[in-house]
C-alpha cells in the first residue's frame, strides 16, 4: 500500500494547473521564478542555452518575452533586418544595457545636448568614473557632430524627439556618420513611439524606449525596451542578466496588453497636440512654442519626411512646449494655474500632464546649463492626454489670460 504522504507535503504538491488546449486571447502572466525540468540533463541544456525553454526568471520570462517580442514587431515593422528586443524594468536600465554593452574604458560617446536627464547623468556621473567620455553637441548641425567623432566613438546616441524642446533628430544622416566612424547609432524614440516614426527604417542600430512612457500609457507600470539585430540584442541581453534589471512579469503583462491600443492612443494624442499646440502659439502672452508640428519650428521640414502620416495628416508628437513671456517666475505660475492638466511626472499617460522644466525635470542645471540644452528658464512642458482638445485649450488659455493681467499688474 502506498505511504499516504504528510499534510505540508500534501499541501505543497497540489494538483498542477490544466494546461487548456485551446490559445488564450489575454496575455498569461506568468509570476513563476523557477522552472522545473523531466531531468538534470534538459535543466543542464536549458540554463546553458543548447535548448529552448525557461529556467529562472531573471533569465527570461514567457510574459516578458511576449512584451519584447511586441515592441520589436511595431519598431521592425518594414525594418530591413531581422529584429529582436529585450525588455528591461525601467527605461534608464535600457539605457544603461545598452552603454554596458557597447562601452569600454576608453570608449567615446557623441549624444545630443537636450539629452534626456537621466541619460546625461549616467554618462557623467556614473560612466565617466570608469573611463567612458561624452561630447554633447548641437544636433541641428550635423557638422559639429561629424566633428565631435573620434577614433574611440562606439556610439552616437540620438532622441528622435528631444525633451523638452522637441527637436528633430535627422536620424539618416546621423547614420551615415556612425556608419563612417565604425560606430553605433542608438536611437531613443520614446516621445515618438514606432507610431510616428520607427528608426530601423532609417538606419539605426538599436532603439529603445522607456516603457513607462507612451507604450504602458495608463501611468500604472514602468518598463524599457530595446530593440534592434538579434547579434546586437543578445549583447544587451548578457547584460541585463548580470545586471538583474529585469522587467517583472506584472509589468510585462500591463505594457503588452497596452501595446494593442498604442495606435490608438498616440494617433488622438497627435492629433489633439497639433491643434493645441497652433491655438496656444497665438495667444499673447506666449513667447515661444516648440513642437515640430508648427511651420515654424526649426525640424518641421525633416519631421515631415521622418514621421508617419495617417488620414488626420502627419504626427508629429503628443509633447508640446509652452514658454511665456516673463521667465522662470511666469512658467512657474503658467503651471500652476491650470486646471484640467496635473502637474505630474512622466509623460504619456491618458491624463494631460506638465511639468515647469526648470525646477523639475531640469532642475540640476544651473542658467548656463539650461541655455546649452536650448531650455527657456520659463518652459512649460505638456504631455497632452486623451481629454478633449477645445477643453485643454480653453484651461491653458484662462491660465495665459491670467498670467498676461498679473503682468499688466505689475507694470
Given at each position: ?17 490544466p494546461?487548456p ?17 523531466e ?22 520570462n ?28 525601467s ?7 545598452v ?12 549624444a ?25 553637441v ?21 532622441e528622435t524627439?528631444t ?13 551615415r ?16 513611439t ?16 522607456s516603457a ?11 518598463g ?14 548578457e ?18 496588453r ?13 492629433a ?13 502672452a506666449?513667447r ?21 502620416a495617417?488620414?488626420e ?33 512622466s ?33 512649460v ?8 482638445a ?22
Amino acid at each position: 500500500m502506498r505511504r499516504r504522504l504528510g499534510e505540508n507535503t500534501r499541501a505543497i504538491h497540489l494538483p498542477p494547473a490544466p494546461t487548456p488546449r485551446q490559445l488564450p486571447i489575454g496575455l498569461p502572466v506568468w509570476r513563476s521564478a523557477s522552472w522545473s525540468f523531466e531531468n538534470s540533463a534538459e535543466y543542464a541544456d536549458v540554463l546553458g542555452e543548447r535548448a529552448p525553454g525557461f529556467a529562472y526568471s531573471r533569465i527570461d520570462n514567457p510574459t516578458v518575452a511576449a512584451f519584447a517580442s511586441g515592441v520589436a514587431s511595431l519598431e521592425g515593422a518594414a525594418a530591413p533586418e531581422e529584429v529582436a528586443g529585450q525588455a528591461f524594468a525601467s527605461g534608464m536600465a535600457a539605457v544603461n544595457a545598452v552603454l554596458l554593452a557597447f562601452l569600454r574604458s576608453g570608449s567615446h560617446v557623441v549624444a545630443p545636448a537636450p539629452v534626456y536627464g537621466g541619460t546625461y547623468s549616467l554618462l557623467t556621473n556614473v560612466l565617466a568614473r570608469f573611463g567612458v567620455s561624452v561630447d554633447f553637441v548641437d544636433y541641428s548641425d550635423l557638422r559639429r557632430v561629424h566633428a565631435a567623432v573620434k577614433t574611440s566613438t562606439k556610439i552616437i546616441y540620438a532622441e528622435t524627439l528631444t525633451n523638452p524642446t522637441m527637436a528633430v533628430a535627422d536620424i539618416r544622416g546621423l547614420y551615415r556618420i556612425a556608419r563612417d566612424a565604425g560606430a553605433l547609432l542608438v536611437v531613443d524614440s520614446t516621445l515618438a513611439t514606432p507610431v510616428v516614426c520607427r528608426p530601423l527604417e532609417h538606419g539605426a542600430d538599436l532603439v529603445l524606449h522607456s516603457a513607462t512612457k507612451y507604450l504602458g500609457g495608463h501611468d500604472d507600470c514602468t518598463g524599457g525596451a530595446v530593440v534592434g539585430r538579434p547579434d546586437l540584442i543578445g549583447k544587451v541581453r548578457e547584460v541585463r542578466i548580470d545586471t538583474g534589471s529585469t522587467l517583472s512579469p506584472d509589468e510585462a503583462f500591463l505594457l503588452r496588453r497596452s501595446l494593442e491600443t498604442l495606435p490608438l492612443r498616440v494617433r488622438r494624442m497627435c492629433a489633439t497636440a497639433m491643434v493645441f499646440a497652433a491655438a496656444v502659439a497665438k495667444h499673447p502672452a506666449v513667447r515661444r512654442v516648440d513642437y515640430p508640428g508648427l511651420p515654424s519650428h526649426p525640424g518641421h521640414q525633416l519631421a515631415r519626411q521622418l514621421f508617419d502620416a495617417g488620414p488626420e495628416g502627419t504626427r508629429f508628437g503628443a509633447s508640446v512646449t509652452v514658454t511665456p513671456h516673463g521667465g522662470y517666475e511666469a512658467g512657474v505660475m503658467l503651471a500652476d494655474t491650470l486646471r484640467l492638466a496635473l502637474i505630474a511626472t512622466s509623460i504619456g499617460g491618458t491624463r494631460t500632464k506638465v511639468a515647469h522644466v526648470a525646477s523639475t525635470t531640469r532642475g540640476r542645471l544651473d542658467e548656463a546649463g539650461l541655455t546649452a540644452s536650448g531650455v527657456d528658464a520659463g518652459a512649460v512642458r505638456f504631455s497632452v492626454g486623451l481629454e478633449d482638445a477645445e477643453d485643454l485649450i480653453a484651461d491653458v488659455t484662462d491660465a495665459l489670460d491670467a498670467l498676461r493681467s498679473n503682468a499688466a499688474t505689475r507694470t
